[in-house]
Every structure is written in C-alpha cells, then in structure tokens.
C-alpha cells in the first residue's frame, strides 16, 4: 500500500508541474497581449499592431496567415509547449525632450530694445510683452485694484508676505468686501482681493508706503510673482549687471513669459507641508 501511494503522489506531483507550466504559458500570452494593446494609441501607434507604418524593407518581417496580418516575434511569445515563454519584442518609445528655436521678430525686438534698455512701454519689445502678457496677467475681476498692482509692480513698491494662520481671527462684513485691509479680521476662508473668491489666502499684498493690506489667494500671488520675476530680471539688464550674451539673456526673457502665461492660465506651485 506505501508503495501504491507513492506511485500516486508522483503521478500528481507530475500532473502539478504540467498545469504550472500551461498556466506560465497562459499569463505570458495575457502579458503579451497586454502590452500590444496598451501600448498603441492614435498619438503613439504600436509599428507591431500596425504593420502599415514600417518601412517596406521592415515589412518582410510580417506574413499574413488566413487574411490577418501576425507579427513572428510576437507569436514567438506564446508557445505551445509547457516551458519558460520567450519575452515579446516590444518597441520603447524614446522620452520626449523639449527643444527650442529663436523666433526671428522677437529676437529682434530684443536686441533693438537691449542697445538702450527701459521699462518704457513705447518699444516693441516692451509694448508686445505688456500686451501679450503683463496685461492678461494681472488682470483680474476686481479692475481698479488691479491697476493699482500693476502701478506697484512698475514702480517696485509692491510687498508680499505671508501671513500666518493663527493670527487670522474671525470674519467680518467689511473683511469680506474688501479682502481683509487695515487689519481688518478675517477668517482663513477669505474672499481674494484680487478675484473676489472664497479662498484659502496665505499672503497678503501692501501698495507701496500705504497702511493697507490685501489678502490674496495663492493664483493672484502666482500671478503677480511671475510679473515681478519679470521685472527684476529686466531692471538687472538695465543696470548692466547681467553678464550673459544676447542669446542667454533672451532665452531667460522667453522662460519669464511663458512663466506669466502658465499662471495666468491658473497653474502655480505649492510648498509641501
């Protein structure tokens, strides 16, 4: 009897290793498949899937078997027999890289402005980037105080800080119009001074030598960051302190732009924590 048992607790150790092997066999063939599928989309065509976008000396490498086209490589993957599948061959794409190229108008607006340097709006090059961006940048739904920063940034007599949470204390009618000035108490929930939403404002912004304080919400701050990171960089150019050549410089200009575009548009960074 021992010896009958043995017999039989081989024969389904046996039977064990089969159906092991049929079903590595089997998630190999679910991967494969997988990995064909997810991998081909109308910006980014998987070349196995779609045969038609390879090269003609490519194409040999593909034979149609009963009217469907069936790559050797990726049927190579999934093998009849019980035993360690080959991987399938599946093409990388190659991570995108961001790459630049100098607009012929721009870069000579550029240096026509940088032989003599100002803030004035009058030059091309100022005019198009107050139109194009320091304008839509800082405008916001409340006009007039808009204009107000706008004059505080040019002048550089704008100040930002921040504002700790425990120091905001309760609401009231005249904090919620007007944003929180003069120390009026508000609660975190403040309506934006600038856009005259409910939100959570971290920082608040004094006009120059005035009394007044204004809280804003971390877009109006993002927003008005980015036009003063512009103006700085300009004024520097200006006193001759930047010491890189013409194309450095306006690659830096074009970077600060596309900065005041992306908060315009509403996309800012938050610090962790």
């Known amino acids: 009897m021992v010896r009958e048992a043995n017999v039989k607790q081989a024969g389904a150790e046996k039977q064990l290793k089969e159906a092991q092997g049929k079903i590595d066999v089997l998630q190999a063939e679910v991967t494969a498949l997988k990995t064909l599928v997810l991998t081909s989309t109308p910006s980014s065509p998987n070349r196995q899937l779609h045969p038609q976008l390879l090269s003609s000396g490519t194409r040999g490498a593909y034979k149609n078997v009963g009217g469907h086209i069936r790559n050797k490589s990726a049927s190579g993957a999934f093998a009849s027999s019980p035993g360690k599948p080959e991987p399938s061959s599946v093409s990388v794409q190659p991570a995108a890289k961001e790459d630049r190229e100098v607009d012929s108008v721009l870069y000579a607006e550029f240096l026509m402005w940088k032989e003599h340097p100002s803030l004035d709006r ?19 739904t409340r006009s007039e105080l808009s204009q107000l920063v706008q004059s505080a940034v040019e002048n550089n007599s704008l100040t930002i800080e921040p504002v700790a949470m425990s120091a905001l204390p309760m609401v009231k009618a005249s904090a919620i119009e007007c944003g929180g000035p003069n120390g009026c108490r508000a609660a975190i ?14 920082h608040r912004i004094k006009l120059g030598d005035k009394g007044s304080y204004y809280y804003i919400s971390p877009s109006s701050r993002a927003r008005i960051t980015a036009v003063c990171n512009f103006f700085t960089y300009v004024r520097y150019i200006q006193q001759g302190l930047v010491r890189h050549d013409a194309e450095q410089m306006f690659w830096e200009v074009m970077r600060l732009r596309r900065e005041m ?4 548009l509403g996309f800012y960074l938050t610090e962790q924590g």
Do not use: Q
Request: aromatic share 8%.
């Open 261 to 264: 575009t992306v908060a315009k």
């Open 122 to 140: 009058s030059t091309a090059f100022m005019s198009r980037i107050y139109g194009e961006d320091i304008g839509p940048c800082l405008s916001f």
């Open 189 to 202: 929930e403040t309506k934006c001074a600038l856009s005259g939403m409910t939100r959570l404002c971290r």
